[in-house]
């Protein structure tokens, strides 16, 4: 059970655009991706973004994501840091740069950032994005638990 | 230009089901709520969850946003406290039952939550979610600002 969910959450989160991660004192949004077989979530940014300056801290930070789309949201709690293992930026930027850029390019400037969950508490709905809004609004009323939208703990 | 943004932020945050906001140690999904002509975000609750024990405190919290499909992403800093204003909590109420209960029953157990924004770091779309999204992929991978998507601090 809890390995199907957890692959329910890379599967949804391989559909989410940005979440906001938590870098210094901010929330900023950031476009997550996966690599096959590889549980970790990868960000790409430049060497002298603030996240580059706080990834190379190697800190603890949290990613929030909500996505009505996906029917998926979260509060996670993960380790991120400074990667400098050019094999897996190749293949990161494979996945980036076919979803953004037609020609690949790639700047030096590049800097890839690993952010390793470690627990998340998740909300997932389990029967279409509007009947599991239904349960959650229904749940926040009357304090109830949602009959079909799942809330539940990943330890990762 | 600064109301115009005010404006756009509450705009399209009206189309969001729900945010993250900080409940305590946690971040929680909740549905915001705006009523015409009234500043302020709604929460309804039921008076013995997580979320009203925090805002019968009277306490800061975050708000943090997410909308592919809005186009808006928000880390939001506010004050949350809860409400006993009755004739607020019937407008809310008939937002809230408006778009979740054909009934429209209300239960003796809800409560209303304020939400008081301060500040917001806010990023918007300015051309379309896909180019708003490319734009932010290239300004994280150059380190420059996005060209279109916008980046900026509300007070409210």
Same mark, same amino acid.
């Given at each position: ?77 993960? +380790?991120?840091?400074?990667? +400098? ?59 109830? +638990? ?11």
């Amino acid at each position: 059970m809890t390995t199907d969910r957890k692959e329910e959450f890379y599967d949804r989160l391989k559909g989410i655009q940005a979440g906001m991660l938590q870098v210094g004192d901010r929330y900023l949004p950031m476009s997550p991706n996966l690599v096959e077989g590889d549980k970790t979530i990868w960000f790409i940014t430049a060497k002298e973004t603030p996240m580059a300056k706080e990834a190379s801290k190697g800190t603890d930070a949290r990613l929030v994501l909500s996505s009505e789309d996906k029917g998926l949201y979260a509060d996670v709690s993960g +380790h991120l840091s400074v990667s +400098h293992d050019r094999e897996k930026l190749d293949e990161v930027w494979n996945v980036v740069a076919s979803s953004w850029f037609e020609d690949g390019k790639r700047d030096d400037d590049v800097l890839l950032v690993s952010y390793q969950p470690r627990s998340a508490e998740v909300w997932m709905s389990e029967g279409g994005t509007i009947n599991f809004l239904y349960q959650m609004a229904r749940a926040q009323i009357t304090g109830k +638990h949602p009959d079909l939208g799942s809330n539940f703990t990943l330890q990762f």
